[in-house]
């Protein structure tokens, strides 16, 4: 019997994802670029350094982000910020969440009763949304499809969760002979 064992959850998962392992839909430009999602990104100088989080392009019409860790994950939540900047407010308010173990088949996260959820984002570009699952899932791949955002489909996220270790029991029969 195969038993998953959580073991060093995280709060943010993407702490150890390499930049190459985000990717998007498309990006706005190369200083918003997949990379630039991290929750804890800041806007440098945008036309050298990299703007405040990630940008869609304006012409994807079902834009999503999505990253793919190294091992198979317990998943627990996701977090999501807007784009830090001064001068823009650009924001997530709406979206749903996809995951895969091979990043070729997607399931749509879903509630008790097998309907695909929507999770409420942001209402500002700074302040931290955190929605737990109340269904935890394995994945090796999640997707952020955004359905709705403020002025554009701008974003920062993390995922929270744990790796998986695996146990295993060894079941002995007895029998009895009389």
Not at 8 to 15: N, Q, R, T, Y
Not at 35 to 46: M, N, Y
Not at 66 to 93: D, E, P
Not at 138 to 155: D, G, K, P, T
Request: overall charge neutral.
């Amino acid at each position: 019997m195969h038993l998953p064992a959580p073991t060093d959850c995280k709060e943010d998962l993407l702490e150890d994802v390499a930049d190459a392992d985000i990717s998007a839909s498309r990006s706005f430009s190369l200083p918003y670029g997949p990379d630039r999602a991290r929750l804890t990104t800041v806007e440098a100088r945008p036309q050298t350094d990299g703007g405040g989080s990630w940008v869609s392009h304006r012409t994807i019409h079902n834009p999503y982000i999505q990253v793919k860790f190294n091992n198979t994950k317990l998943i627990t939540g996701i977090s999501t910020k807007g784009r830090n900047s001064i001068a823009s407010y650009q924001w997530v308010t709406w979206y749903s969440v996809l995951h895969s173990t091979d990043g070729e088949s997607w399931v749509t996260v879903q509630d008790g009763d097998c309907n695909d959820m929507v999770f409420k984002g942001n209402v500002d570009r700074d302040s931290l949304v955190k929605n737990r699952f109340s269904q935890h899932f394995r994945a090796q791949y999640v997707r952020i499809r955004l359905l709705q955002w403020n002025n554009a489909a701008a974003m920062r996220f993390g995922v929270s969760g744990c790796d998986l270790v695996c146990m295993y029991t060894t079941i002995i029969y007895i029998t009895v002979h009389k």
